[in-house]
């Protein structure tokens, strides 16, 4: 049995590694400016494979690949959605993130709160743009104690 029947024998039973690097890059050019298949095409070469079956653990690292970017995708958005329950605070400015709503018009997310100077006590209503309190500006403390932002944080 050669070194190509070992790879395919080892792809079968799940246990490939990555591309390395140089692998990538061998790949990508020979590839060269391909635009990723359509689905029907996709569909097209898995009926050819079903004839096939060596070309069978390929297709599964294929939809395996894409499982994955799908995965990631959902992760990110995740990560980047609006957050209630939180405290920023931009200067001496404190705002208590309380729900996400859309703009009226945009309908783009915005994060409906409270906001207040630190030295002050009374809590007045403000509506975010997601994005604006995302940016650098707003520092997400949280875990700080409200009435002292710049103290140790909790336990």
């Given at each position: 049995?050669?070194?190509?029947?070992?790879?395919?024998?080892?792809?079968?039973?799940?246990?490939?590694?990555?591309?390395?690097?140089?692998?990538?890059?061998?790949?990508?050019?020979?590839?060269?400016?391909?635009?990723?298949?359509?689905?029907s095409l996709l569909l097209s070469v898995g009926e050819s494979i079903?004839?096939?079956?060596?070309?069978?653990?390929?297709?599964?690292?294929?939809?395996?690949?894409?499982?994955?970017?799908?995965?990631?995708?959902?992760?990110?958005?995740?990560?980047?959605?609006?957050?209630?329950?939180?405290?920023?605070?931009?200067?001496?400015?404190?705002?208590?993130?309380?729900?996400?709503?859309?703009?009226?018009?945009?309908?783009?997310?915005?994060?409906?709160?409270?906001?207040?100077?630190?030295?002050?006590?009374?809590?007045?209503?403000?509506?975010?743009?997601?994005?604006?309190?995302?940016?650098?500006?707003?520092?997400?403390?949280?875990?700080?104690?409200?009435?002292?932002?710049?103290?140790?944080?909790?336990?």
């Open positions: 049995m050669g070194a190509h029947d070992n790879a395919l024998t080892s792809l079968v039973n799940g246990g490939y590694s990555p591309l390395a690097p140089e692998q990538r890059a061998k790949l990508a050019a020979q590839l060269g400016s391909a635009l990723p298949a359509h689905n079903r004839e096939r079956r060596g070309m069978a653990p390929v297709l599964r690292r294929l939809l395996d690949a894409e499982a994955e970017v799908d995965r990631l995708r959902d992760e990110v958005a995740e990560v980047k959605a609006p957050r209630t329950g939180r405290c920023y605070l931009n200067g001496d400015v404190l705002f208590l993130s309380e729900a996400v709503i859309p703009h009226p018009i945009t309908k783009e997310p915005h994060v409906a709160g409270w906001t207040r100077k630190t030295d002050e006590r009374e809590w007045r209503p403000k509506a975010l743009a997601h994005e604006e309190l995302e940016g650098n500006a707003w520092q997400d403390i949280t875990v700080k104690d409200l009435d002292d932002p710049e103290g140790e944080t909790r336990a």
